[in-house]
C-alpha cells in the first residue's frame, strides 16, 4: 500500500460534489492493499471508510477525521455451473460494464440494472435493484475482508440478509467488512426480466415485441437517460445521488389510511407478507413539490421528483436542509416518514 496522502478533498469522488476532505486517503488496488489499509487505521486509532464510486453518497461539509480507503480491485472471472454461470468482479469494477458484458454474452440475470452509476463493490451492499430486478436475486457469494479477524471470507446470500435496498453489509454489520468482490449467478441464453410497466410500454413504442437481452438494455438506458439517471456530464442535473428518498413499504392497514388522505388516484404496488409499495416520488409531488424547484444551491431534478441535486455552490448541510423540508411536508400531508437512501458520513442526519 502507498502512504496514505493527508486532507484530500472528497467532493470530486461523489456524484453530488459536495462535502470536505478526508484527514487521511488511500487507494487500494489489490487485496493486500485493503488490508494494509485497515491495520494502518487500527494501529492509529482511525475510524476507516470505505469508498467505492461516490454515488450513493452524502459527505459532510467538514470532511472525515479518519482514513477513506477507495477501493480500486478490478478484474472478472468466469465458471461454468450445471445451467448457470458464476461471474465473480472485483468490487472497483464498474457496474455498468459488468452489465455490459453480461448483455453482450447472453448471460441474463441483471440487464435491468443498466445505467445504474458505481461500482460492483456496492451493489450487495445496497442490494441494488431497477425495474424488477435486485442483485440479491444472482448474489451467490461476496468475498469480503473481515476488519475485525483480517480475515478473508465469503459470505452467502443468507448472511447478507437481503432486503429491499438494504443489507447486512449496510445497516446491521456497516463496519463490519470491506467489500472485495462479488460473484453472480446468470443465466446463459435465459429470456430477460420484464416485470416493469414502464419498461414494457418502451419496448412496444419501439416495436419490440420478443425483447432479447440487448433490447431491455437499450430500454432502460434510454429511460434512465430521460430521467438523468445516468451518469452525463452534459446534464444539469448530474449532482445527484439518484433516487434520495426509498419507496415506503407498509402493513396494509397503514398503506390505507395513507390512501385515505390522499384521495384517488395514489399508485401502489402489493409486496411479499401482506404489505404495500407506496411511491415517494408521487408522495413528495402531491406534498406541494414539483420537478426544479429548488431553494438556493440545492433543489429537484428537473426529470425526477426524487433526485436532489446540486448546483454550483451548493453544500452538504444545504442538501440535508432541503432533503429535511421534503420528508417534514410528505410526512404532515400523507403521515409517511420517509427514509433516505443514501449513506451519510460523519453524523450527518436528517433528525
Not at 454515488?55 to 472525515?64: F, R
Not at 442535473?237 to 396494509?252: E, H, K, T, V
Request: proline share 6%; net charge positive.
Amino acid at each position: 500500500m502507498t502512504e496514505p496522502v493527508e486532507h484530500v478533498p472528497l467532493a470530486p469522488h461523489c456524484t453530488l460534489g459536495v462535502g470536505g476532505p478526508a484527514r487521511y486517503f488511500v487507494e487500494a488496488r489489490d487485496h493486500a492493499s485493503v488490508l494494509v489499509a485497515v491495520d494502518w487505521a487500527r494501529r492509529r486509532g482511525l475510524p476507516l471508510r470505505v469508498l467505492g464510486g461516490g454515488s450513493n453518497l452524502v459527505v459532510p461539509d467538514d470532511g472525515v477525521d479518519g482514513l477513506v480507503v477507495k477501493v480500486s480491485l478490478r478484474g472478472v472471472s468466469v465458471r461454468e455451473t450445471a445451467g448457470g454461470v458464476e461471474v465473480t468482479a472485483a468490487a472497483g469494477e464498474p457496474w455498468d460494464d459488468l452489465v455490459r458484458l453480461a448483455v453482450a454474452r447472453g448471460w441474463a440475470g441483471i440487464e435491468c440494472l443498466s445505467g445504474i452509476p458505481g461500482l460492483v463493490g456496492a451493489t450487495p451492499i445496497q442490494n441494488v435493484g431497477a425495474y424488477g430486478q435486485d442483485v440479491s436475486q444472482t448474489v451467490t457469494g461476496v468475498r469480503a475482508l473481515d476488519r475485525g479477524s483480517g480475515r478473508v471470507v465469503t459470505l452467502g446470500p443468507a448472511a447478507c440478509r437481503f432486503g429491499y435496498r438494504d443489507s447486512a453489509l449496510k445497516s446491521r454489520e456497516a463496519d463490519h467488512y470491506v467489500v472485495l468482490a462479488v460473484t453472480y449467478r446468470l443465466r446463459p441464453g435465459g429470456a430477460p426480466a420484464l416485470r416493469y410497466a414502464d419498461l414494457e410500454k418502451h419496448l412496444a413504442t419501439r416495436g419490440v415485441q420478443a425483447p432479447s437481452l440487448a433490447d431491455v438494455r437499450e430500454s432502460v438506458l434510454a429511460i434512465r437517460r430521460s430521467k438523468s439517471m445516468v451518469l452525463d456530464a452534459g446534464d444539469p442535473n448530474r449532482r445527484s445521488c439518484g433516487s434520495f428518498f426509498l419507496n415506503p413499504i407498509l402493513a396494509a392497514p397503514d398503506a390505507a389510511l395513507v390512501a385515505a388522505r390522499a384521495g384517488d388516484g395514489m399508485p401502489t404496488w402489493p409486496e411479499p407478507g401482506g404489505r404495500v409499495k407506496l411511491s415517494a416520488a408521487w408522495l413528495i409531488e402531491h406534498a406541494g413539490f414539483a420537478r426544479g424547484q429548488a431553494d438556493g444551491s440545492v433543489g429537484l431534478s428537473t426529470r425526477h421528483s426524487l433526485a436532489i441535486v446540486c448546483h454550483d455552490g451548493a453544500r452538504a448541510r444545504d442538501v440535508i436542509a432541503f432533503a429535511r423540508v421534503v420528508r417534514v411536508r410528505v410526512e404532515a400531508r400523507f403521515g409517511v416518514r420517509l427514509i433516505p437512501e443514501p449513506v451519510f458520513w460523519g453524523g450527518l442526519t436528517l433528525d
